[in-house]
Each structure stands twice: as C-alpha cells, then as structure tokens.
Antibody, heavy 115, light 112 residues
Framework: QVQLVESGGGVVPPGRPLRLSCAASGFTFSRHTMQWVRQAPGKGLEWVALITYDGSNEYYADSVKGRFTISRDNSKNTLDLRMNSLTTDDTAVYYC????????WGQGTLVTVSS | DGVVTQSPLSLPVTLGQPASISCRSSRSLVYSDGNTYLHWFQQRPGQSPRRLIYKVSNRDSGVPDRFSGSGSGTDFTLKISRVEAEDVGVYYCMQGTHWPRAFGQGTRLEIK
C-alpha cells in the first residue's frame, strides 16, 4: 500500500528558508516520478514542482521558479522541497504526490509564512 | 500554458440525481504520444485529494462506476450518474500534457 508522509511544515517568517520532506513506502520509489502540489487555505490546488524518477529532470511552476528546489534520495526513499525567499503567498498545505498522473497523495504538511 | 477552466464552480444536486462538471483547456491536451493527459480528482472535506479518473475516461481502482469521464481535445466532462451523500466535496480537473501542469479552479458539489 502506497504511503506518502510529509514533514517539515511550520511557521516561518517571510524571507526565511524551509525544507519539506516526504517519506515514501509501499512502492518502488526509484521507479516513479514525484511531485509537490500545494493548497492555500480555502483555495484550490496549485501544482508546484516535479522530478523524474532518476532526478535527471526537474520542472517548476513560474510562481516558485528560482526560489524552490525539488530533489530526491532514491537510496532513502525520500523526496524534498527546499523553499527559499518565502512570502505570505507561499502559505499552504504542501502535498507529496506520486507519478505523472498524481495517482497517490500524502496527507500534506502546513506551511505558514508569517512574521 | 495549458490553462484549464471548470464550470460550474458550485453545483447543488439532489440525492439520486445526476451531476456533470465541465473542464475546458486553452490548448488541445493531446500529447505527442497520442494520449490525452486529463485527470479528475475528488477532495472530500478535511481530506487529501484522491484521483478518480485518469487519461480522460479511465476509472481508478475502487472508484464507483457511477463516476465517468469523457471528452477529447479541449473539452472534457466528469459525470456522476446518481449523486450520493459521500460525493460531497470539491472536484478538480488537471492537465498533465503541457508545462506547467495546471488544475482547474475546482467545483464544489453540495447536496440540495
């Protein structure tokens, strides 16, 4: 059974960095593309970033390009999102999502950017 | 960009009645491999999203057969043949053909 468990969320002042992690289990992590999707409070879903199965390609939403970095460690079955230059617009629940087609989602971790 | 626009944004439905949600793309969602990467998700209150339909019309495992997807090119539809109480929530389409990926605004289904 696929399990995706996000961690690392919390309250962070504007401009400070934060790193989110996702621990994956129940499938062969190294064979699957992974994504991050976020949802601001009371709002819809926003695609954030994607990394291919071997880490060779990364794709980003325009809203985070140059500030966020997606990465993975296939030896540890973990997916990361390093976030820099955070603004209040980055406040959201961040979901770890499996595969190009988003077939499995974690429970999410809340990031609140506030002074 | 592959912007996708859903309608309606709010959908009150009587139990047992059908429901239909439209998703329209600004560009054709047919990829160079011939597949159309348009997917549908359900988000129940307080829960993470769950995929219902992938590549236009393929139901995910465990999804009731009252859910169906159809469409082609730029116009797509999610239909619920008979709405049940557990269907309450927000429904999203997502295009996986163009960069950046994009979700529709969401359609909130409620029981009338």
């Amino acid at each position: 059974q696929v399990q995706l468990v996000e961690s690392g969320g919390g309250v962070v002042p504007p401009g400070r960095p934060l790193r989110l992690s996702c621990a994956a289990s129940g499938f062969t992590f190294s064979r699957h593309t992974m994504q991050w999707v976020r949802q601001a409070p009371g709002k819809g879903l926003e695609w954030v970033a994607l990394i291919t199965y071997d880490g060779s390609n990364e794709y980003y939403a325009d809203s985070v390009k140059g500030r966020f970095t997606i990465s993975r460690d296939n030896s540890k079955n973990t997916l990361d999102l390093r976030m820099n230059s955070l603004t209040t617009d980055d406040t959201a629940v961040y979901y770890c999502v499996k595969e190009w087609g988003a077939d499995s989602w974690g429970q999410g971790t809340l990031v609140t950017v506030s002074s | 960009d592959g912007v996708v626009t859903q309608s309606p944004l709010s959908l009150p439905v009587t139990l047992g009645q059908p429901a239909s949600i439209s998703c329209r793309s600004s560009r054709s969602l047919v990829y160079s491999d011939g597949n159309t990467y348009l997917h549908w998700f359900q988000q129940r209150p307080g829960q993470s999203p769950r995929r219902l339909i992938y590549k236009v019309s393929n139901r995910d495992s465990g999804v009731p057969d009252r859910f169906s997807g159809s469409g082609s090119g730029t116009d797509f539809t999610l239909k619920i043949s008979r709405v049940e109480a557990e269907d309450v929530g927000v429904y999203y389409c997502m295009q996986g053909t163009h960069w950046p990926r994009a979700f529709g605004q969401g359609t909130r289904l409620e029981i009338k």
